[in-house]
């Protein structure tokens, strides 16, 4: 089993970094999404996601598999998502980023 390192203020992985799965169907970036527009806004009141935990983990048979959860201005953790079999997990993607050369740009991983 591998374990990731994490340092104060979490990973060198940015927040621009995707978590996919390897049928393509779900994804998720690993930085919380944008604020909602004021047009969104007057649609209906949408909760302001302040964060994001995204937690990977390994099976007994060794597929990798995610859950992502938001948390929002409302003081809550909204409805997670399961995003089974991913291409990379949170080790593959600092591997990746530790590999590269440092340029800042963490989006391609």
Same mark, same amino acid.
């Given at each position: 089993m591998?374990? *990731?390192?994490?340092? *104060?203020?979490?990973?060198?992985?940015?927040? /621009?970094?995707?978590?996919?799965?390897?049928?393509?169907?779900?994804?998720?970036? *690993?930085?919380?999404?944008?604020?909602?527009?004021?047009? /969104?806004m007057l649609l209906g009141p949408k909760a302001v996601i302040d964060g994001r935990l995204t937690l990977t983990y390994r099976d007994v048979y060794g597929a990798k598999h995610a859950t992502v959860l938001d948390y929002s201005s409302l003081q809550r953790w909204e409805d997670g998502v399961y995003i089974p079999d991913v291409e990379k997990d949170l080790v593959d993607l600092e591997a990746a980023a530790r590999a590269r050369p440092t340029t800042g740009d963490t989006s391609t991983l």
């Amino acid at each position: 089993m591998q374990k *990731l390192q994490m340092q *104060l203020g979490g990973t060198i992985v940015g927040p /621009d970094a995707v978590i996919r799965s390897r049928s393509k169907r779900a994804e998720r970036k *690993l930085g919380p999404p944008a604020n909602p527009s004021r047009e /969104d806004m007057l649609l209906g009141p949408k909760a302001v996601i302040d964060g994001r935990l995204t937690l990977t983990y390994r099976d007994v048979y060794g597929a990798k598999h995610a859950t992502v959860l938001d948390y929002s201005s409302l003081q809550r953790w909204e409805d997670g998502v399961y995003i089974p079999d991913v291409e990379k997990d949170l080790v593959d993607l600092e591997a990746a980023a530790r590999a590269r050369p440092t340029t800042g740009d963490t989006s391609t991983l």
